[in-house]
């Protein structure tokens, strides 16, 4: 059975709760704060519903992880790192890349990233959890990533890309920061092919909240409901960052 969550308290039941069909669906209801979205996080749950229902909270066995050190590189897109002429920036354009990741894509016939959803995740960008990727060729966004930072994990929530293996373009180099800060894992959520390629598995969800207390239990969390990033994404304020092969 469902569960239904109350705006107060911000309370999820156990995940193991989650429906079989659809797989990983946890509860409706609830809010859409920076509370309760990070209250969400630390738990393995995640935020997934259309405009025309209520907020759906998911938390689906098995899960897509990236671990960093797992990261695969074909041999055409190390080429297009090394030579693409494009540029990688992070936080420089956030909205920005929330929009362009709502954009409507072939074959689907709407977005899950509603006005409420872009408002949300705007909200905890300006308090220094949500951040982003960007791809640029020249003046130009070609490509984007954004998700949540708490401790060492990346909760992915969503790419775009309009030139070809951009959105990998900023995978690796989300990877490379993560893995020159202490990064452990990237949540990526549902299986795709697409993460399968760059190395993403799918691990039983016992597994995956397992490590993710692990990773959040760390010395500088444990006394912390909401601990801020302990790795840094390189701040693209004020400089670009050029492509380079990642090995």
């Given amino acids: 059975m469902l569960s239904w969550l109350p705006a107060r308290p911000v309370r999820f039941p156990p995940v193991s709760h989650a429906l079989r069909d659809p797989e990983g669906l946890l509860a409706a209801g609830g809010e859409l704060t920076p509370e309760w979205l990070l209250a969400a996080y630390r738990h393995g749950i995640f935020p997934w519903y259309s405009d025309d229902q209520p907020i759906l909270w998911w938390c689906p066995n098995p899960r897509m992880v990236l671990f960093p050190d797992e990261l695969r590189i074909a041999r055409s897109l190390g080429k297009r790192l090394r030579n693409g002429g494009l540029l990688v920036t992070f936080d420089r354009a956030f909205e920005t890349v929330v929009r362009a990741c709502a954009a409507p894509r072939k074959g689907q016939p709407g977005t899950w990233i509603t006005e409420e959803m872009h408002a949300a995740y705007v909200t905890l960008h300006r308090l220094g959890y949500a951040r982003s990727?960007?791809?640029?060729?020249?003046?130009?966004?070609?490509?984007?990533?954004?998700?949540?930072?708490?401790?060492?994990?990346?909760?992915?929530?969503?790419?775009?890309?309009?030139?070809?293996?951009?959105?990998?373009?900023?995978?690796?180099?989300?990877?490379?920061?993560?893995?020159?800060?202490?990064?452990?894992?990237?949540?990526?959520?549902?299986?795709?092919?697409?993460?399968?390629?760059?190395?993403?598995?799918?691990?039983?969800?016992?597994?995956?909240?397992?490590?993710?207390?692990?990773?959040?239990?760390?010395?500088?969390?444990?006394?912390?409901?909401?601990?801020?990033?302990?790795?840094?994404?390189?701040?693209?304020?004020?400089?670009?960052?050029?492509?380079?092969?990642?090995?």
């Fill in 133 to 247: 990727v960007e791809v640029w060729r020249g003046a130009e966004l070609v490509g984007g990533l954004y998700g949540v930072a708490m401790g060492p994990v990346f909760f992915g929530e969503s790419m775009f890309s309009r030139a070809s293996d951009a959105s990998k373009v900023a995978l690796v180099h989300l990877v490379r920061a993560m893995r020159a800060g202490g990064g452990r894992l990237i949540d990526c959520q549902m299986h795709t092919r697409h993460l399968a390629s760059l190395g993403a598995r799918d691990i039983a969800r016992t597994e995956f909240i397992n490590y993710l207390e692990s990773c959040l239990a760390t010395p500088e969390h444990k006394d912390s409901q909401y601990p801020l990033p302990c790795w840094g994404l390189p701040d693209g304020s004020s400089r670009v960052e050029p492509l380079t092969a990642l090995t």
